[in-house]
């Protein structure tokens, strides 16, 4: 039992903006009205946050393997700064291991994750490297917007069908929902070409184009409960001009959940790299308009970081403009992959509109429930660099000297000087915490609330805001104190959430002869086995209205 006391707490999913009061915790982790004996922590003079939320990172899987193989210099050069009961090897680099992960997240007050990309036929191996991941709880999202065996129902009109294809491989996979990559993208490059439009017919088939693949999705993951709406990577990833296919693409989502990733990465305006500016004050004005759909900025910070995304075709381009290392992944009928390293520079001029435009996202959407933090870990930046975020979006005049860095022609293609927009420490803790476990669909996350994970983090109130939010005083996980003073007291193993959606029980031997004539794996051996799953949790599916 513990029991927190004196401090102010900071809790938006019941409206508590820096009121100070107890928080009571039980010996199954919970939060309850009131203990009697156990531990007290005095928290006067500091300020108690939920138990942050990463609703978009990429933190293990054959990805981020691959990209850790690629860049062996990151783990010479780089170290994280962690001090434990004993001390184990792969502490650093762009890509850290598994155990650091959750050391370097619950180190900075994160105690839930969402592993936002994984096929299944390599979700056995994702599943055992999440169950390594120490501390924070888990869940992952199954690419499905280039999967073939979907894609061949979309092409015959076989929408219920389609429907209970994509139930089956959520539960094969034993993830938590469904993730779109450019959808029809990865298709088309297994013929060396790309989907960016999404009205132009994917190749290889007559009827299926991207804009069919996002309204399908969408659909249903709506029509099977999933607590998580459909994760969208929209096409055109990263190249000027492509707001006008993101915005085509919410329009196309109207009526039904959406939840758009890293969406700095698409709110682009110019017709070249020349022209390129940031378009953000539209994609803003649309958000704004709309509450029922959510994002995470996929902001950009200056440095160092590797790049991996399932959008194969731009992983290329990027290969082609950077000259820089490059790998490519194909997984079977399923999806790809490409890893690219990356150095954003403040000279650059499209990599400072890219700096920008996250900044601008997070300050001109007006909620903080509807924009979340993110890097995109780690394309955008390391996770573990979110308190620089904080801080610009703190403090205004710590914004305004790092736009002194930029050069002086990025100053009439980005909104970002215009901006005099500053958090406040409610709006902070709801976009690291309350925004992203509502938009996950994990109401007992992000929730300081009796009954609710007793997951917070208590920070020593400092002006500098960097300090703060980079060494929490304490974070406590599931009711027991995993850091204090700096240290890492306990490692306990998270727990890892799944869905299992609603499908026909025959459905296995419609996909059995697919598999012998499609798949080097058998059918049999194909689905990752629930015992396998250590600490795992089922989550119900919801009644979705579909409606905004």
Request: glycine content about 10%; some cysteine.
């Amino acid at each position: 039992m513990l029991r927190i006391t004196g401090g102010k707490v900071y809790d938006p999913a019941n409206g508590i903006d820096g009121q100070v009061k107890d928080l009571c915790i039980d010996d199954h982790g919970r939060f309850v009205e009131s203990v009697d004996g156990g531990r007290t922590i005095d928290a006067t003079g500091m300020i108690v946050f939920p138990g942050g939320v990463d609703v978009h990172t990429h933190v293990a899987g054959g990805a981020i393997n691959f990209a850790r193989a690629m860049t062996p210099e990151d783990h010479r050069r780089t170290q994280a700064f962690i001090r434990t009961k004993s001390r184990r090897s792969g502490l650093g680099g762009m890509a850290p291991t598994t155990f650091a992960t959750g050391y370097l997240y619950a180190g900075m007050g994160w105690t839930t994750v969402n592993e936002a990309a994984v096929p299944v036929l390599s979700a056995r191996h994702t599943h055992e490297e999440l169950a390594d991941v120490p501390i924070v709880d888990k869940a992952s999202l199954t690419l499905m917007a280039n999967n073939e065996l979907l894609l061949d129902q979309l092409e015959q009109g076989e929408y219920e069908r389609a429907k209970q294809v994509v139930a089956w491989y959520l539960w094969a996979a034993k993830s938590y929902g469904i993730k779109a990559v450019s959808p029809g993208g990865v298709a088309a490059w297994k013929w060396g070409k790309d989907a960016k439009q999404l009205t132009s017919t994917i190749e290889g088939y007559r009827n299926v184009t991207p804009g069919v693949i996002v309204e399908k999705l969408a659909q249903i993951c709506d029509e099977l409960g999933l607590p998580h709406p459909m994760h969208l990577h929209c096409n055109s990833l990263g190249v000027p001009g492509n707001i006008d296919v993101t915005l085509e693409t919410l329009k196309r989502l109207e009526g039904h959940r959406a939840h758009i990733a890293h969406s700095q990465y698409h709110a682009y305006g110019g017709d070249d790299w020349d022209t390129m500016c940031s378009r953000t004050a539209d994609l803003a004005e649309y958000f704004n308009t709309h509450p029922g759909v959510t994002t995470d900025a996929g902001a950009v910070l200056f440095g160092d970081t590797v790049t991996i995304t399932a959008d194969g075709p731009w992983q290329h381009l990027l290969y082609k403009l950077t000259g820089r290392k490059w790998g490519n992944i194909d997984v079977e009928n399923e999806t790809g992959c490409g890893i690219v390293p990356y150095t954003y520079r403040p000279s650059n001029l499209v990599n400072a509109v890219q700096w920008a435009a996250g900044l601008e996202l997070l300050l001109l959407i007006k909620s903080p429930w509807q924009v979340l933090l993110s890097t995109d870990h780690p394309n955008g930046g390391c996770f573990w660099r979110y308190p620089e975020i904080i801080q610009m979006l703190m403090c205004a005049d710590f914004r305004k000297e790092q736009m002194a860095k930029l050069p002086d022609r990025i100053k009439g293609k980005i909104t970002l000087p215009e901006i005099d927009r500053e958090y406040t420490l409610y709006e902070i803790a709801t976009a690291m915490s309350a925004g992203p476990a509502r938009a996950l669909g994990l109401t007992h996350k992000g929730n300081l609330g009796v009954g609710c994970d007793a997951d917070l983090v208590i920070y020593e109130e400092d002006h500098d805001v960097r300090r703060m939010f980079s060494h929490p005083r304490y974070v406590i996980k599931s009711g027991e104190v995993v850091i204090e003073d700096g240290d890492i007291r306990e490692a306990p193993q998270g727990r890892e959430f799944l869905i299992k959606p609603p499908c026909d029980p025959g459905i296995d031997d419609f996909m059995r002869p697919l598999f012998e004539d499609c798949y080097t794996m058998s059918f049999d051996n194909y689905p990752v086995n629930i015992e396998r799953i250590e600490h795992h949790e089922m989550r119900p599916c919801v009644d979705v209205a579909g409606s905004e």
